[in-house]
């Protein structure tokens, strides 16, 4: 079964390099290799046609990370899509590690990423070592959003099914991870399969005061008011989550911040 790595990028000229070459560096694969350049004033498509002329480049207007995914989804020709941010990068083994559960019958399959955050000069994990989660996971992502879209596999029937990634610049991939969970089972890979590196240019750094959490949690609450599997508890546990992040955004830099502090309250 092919696959296809879908590396949506803006402006991240250089980065971009890194995640290809990982990219097309898996042992025992030949992923299919789409770049989306979104809207990008840096000469990106010129820098990747120059040292990967095979490379797929499709251009957007910027529409951010989810709906460019998208597009490269519609271009590609894998029957297993597969994504990398171009601020992320793969280790040798993670296409062979994800190809084998999905081989299993698994439409999503996952593993964990390794972050090394730049601003506070630390690393962490996604998930965090104890909490993985395999198999029924729709409980466990109302609480949290423990996978990064880098570290993920979805057979293209799964990602058709539930019509791709939203909107948003950050949360768009937690509700395409709530919608594969209200139909599939995931597989988990328990070992480190891909390279983040949290910088000041990140997505994950927040820019208008944690607004970008505001209205992430806000999208999330919609899905979970329409899902038949959410209960009572967890849009009370959400309704919390956006009392908390309206009450204490200011003092966030990064999700991880964010996410640290709901930890101590115990709303994670």
Same mark, same amino acid.
């Given at each position: ?81 597969? $994504? ?9 083994? %993670?296409?062979? !590690? =994800?190809?084998? +559960?999905?081989?299993? *019958? ?81 597989? $988990? ?9 949290? %910088?000041?240019? !990140? =997505?994950?750094? +927040?820019?208008?005061? *944690? ?58």
């Amino acid at each position: 079964m092919q696959v296809s790595c879908i590396i949506p990028t803006r402006n991240r000229r250089d980065m971009v390099i890194t995640a290809i070459e990982s990219a097309l560096a898996q042992d025992g694969y030949q992923p299919e290799v789409l770049v989306v350049d979104d809207g990008s004033s840096d000469g990106t498509e010129r820098s990747i046609l120059r040292r990967f002329p095979k490379v797929k480049i499709i251009s957007t207007p910027g529409l951010g990370p989810g709906l460019a995914r998208n597009e490269g989804a519609v271009a590609a020709k894998g029957g297993v899509l597969m $994504f990398l941010d171009s601020d992320d990068r793969w280790l040798p083994f %993670h296409v062979k !590690s =994800l190809m084998q +559960l999905v081989q299993k *019958g698994f439409h999503v399959a996952y593993g964990v990423t390794m972050t090394r955050d730049l601003l506070l000069q630390k690393e962490f994990f996604i998930p965090e070592r104890g909490e993985e989660v395999s198999g029924d996971c729709f409980k466990s992502l109302t609480r949290w959003c423990f996978m990064v879209p880098s570290s993920v596999a979805v057979t293209r029937r799964a990602f058709e099914d539930v019509g791709g990634f939203g909107q948003g610049k950050i949360g768009e991939d937690w509700v395409f991870f709530l919608k594969l969970s209200c139909r599939y089972s995931f597989g $988990f890979v328990p070992k480190v399969i891909s390279h983040r590196i949290l %910088h000041r240019g !990140s =997505l994950c750094c +927040l820019q208008n005061g *944690g607004v970008e959490i505001q209205e992430a949690l806000r999208r999330i609450m919609e899905f979970l008011q329409t899902s038949d599997k959410a209960m009572p508890e967890d849009l009370h546990r959400m309704e919390k989550m956006q009392l908390f992040a309206s009450e204490g955004r200011q003092g966030w830099r990064t999700v991880q911040e964010w996410y640290t502090s709901m930890k101590m309250q115990g709303l994670v």
